[in-house]
């Protein structure tokens, strides 16, 4: 079947938590896709996660072998995601990969380059790109409410996660800078845009696994505005941004991972005046789905926002080799 004439046939590779929670029950209701099958590395998860989402069980290289996956998506632990995506993009899959597409930016360009060769849509999963509240922040800036953007701030952070996932094994990719991290960088890139300098930044290492659970990083663009950023997973909870111009600021306090049934409060503050304004709830998760098959049926040929998603990875491994490290309030190498 052409992709672009029914749905997309997706498979996902990995029954990881993000594909049970919130992928997953998207892509087995969407119109636009139909969920074929999923993989894991163990049979019995593959045939459950199946069953439970009326689709086939295969394992990694079965699934990519199907000749009616039309594309793919991948939840795997970040330091898998080089492998699996290039080994997606060789059976002729689209891919849809979670954030970050690599841990690195010879990787990521590699993997964009591959998805080129080949003429298939390459999407990093950014999901809450795809929340309409943005667009709405975007407007206020357009209409000038809070004038010359001069300092953006985002942080975001959450309780300590289960001790044995992924995210506390260097080897995996684990760590808040590629975990919480990405998210207020590429927020950053969404309103600043243009090249982004690390001025400096912090990464508090975790003594007993060696991954890093808490960052601070320090950006200036062209323009001389500035991104004052923070993350982690050692936290309370926290999913914000702020824009602070010459005549206001505005202020998203939901802004990564909010509910599909919340209406998020924007908040804007103007000297002497205060506006809280409530968003229309929306599906990020669904609206990311429906924007990856639009690519593949519209007939968008290799990566998706090449530049950005370049740029993306560019800033993350500036903040990893720019960073000062600490461990228990101690500066080390």
């Not at 380059?113 to 999963?125: I, K, Q, S």
């Not at 800078?177 to 975790?206: K, S």
């Not at 924007?291 to 968008?300: D, K, L, P, Q, V």
Request: aromatic share 6%; glycine share 10%; hydrophobic share 40%.
């Amino acid at each position: 079947m052409d992709a672009r004439r029914g749905p997309v046939r997706m498979g996902v590779l990995g029954c990881a938590d993000i594909a049970l929670r919130r992928m997953l029950p998207v892509l087995a209701e969407e119109r636009c896709v139909e969920l074929v099958a999923v993989a894991s590395r163990d049979a019995d998860r593959a045939a459950g996660t199946a069953a439970r989402f009326g689709c086939d069980g295969a394992s990694y290289d079965a699934l990519l072998r199907r000749d009616d996956v039309d594309a793919v998506y991948i939840p795997v632990p970040p330091a898998l995601h080089r492998h699996w995506v290039a080994e997606a993009l060789a059976a002729g899959k689209h891919v849809l990969c979670e954030k970050p597409l690599s841990t690195s930016y010879d990787d990521t360009r590699e993997l964009m380059g591959l998805a080129r060769a080949r003429g298939l849509v390459l999407a990093e999963n950014f999901m809450f790109l795809h929340h309409s509240q943005h667009r709405t922040v975007r407007k206020l800036l357009d209409e000038d409410v809070v004038g010359t953007v001069q300092v953006f701030t985002s942080a975001f952070g959450v309780p300590p996660l289960d001790p044995a996932g992924f995210r506390y094994r260097p080897d995996l990719g684990g760590g808040a800078l590629l975990d919480t991290g990405v998210y207020p960088l590429r927020a950053a890139q969404l309103f600043l845009g243009g090249e982004l300098e690390v001025l400096g930044a912090t990464l508090r290492i975790d003594e007993r696994t060696g991954v890093d659970v808490a960052g601070t990083v320090l950006l200036s663009a062209a323009d001389g505005s500035a991104a004052q950023l923070s993350f982690g997973f050692d936290h309370a909870y926290r999913s914000h941004y702020a824009l602070w111009g010459s005549r206001g600021r505005v202020t998203v306090e939901r802004a990564f991972t909010p509910p599909e049934q919340l209406e998020p409060p924007v908040r804007i503050r103007q000297q002497g005046r205060s506006t809280e304004l409530l968003m229309a709830a929306d599906h990020q998760v669904r609206n990311a789905v429906r924007a990856f098959a639009g690519a593949i049926r519209s007939g968008a040929r290799g990566p998706l926002d090449q530049e950005t998603t370049l740029r993306q990875a560019r800033l993350v491994e500036d903040v990893r080799l720019r960073a000062r490290r600490f461990t228990h309030g101690q500066e080390h190498a």
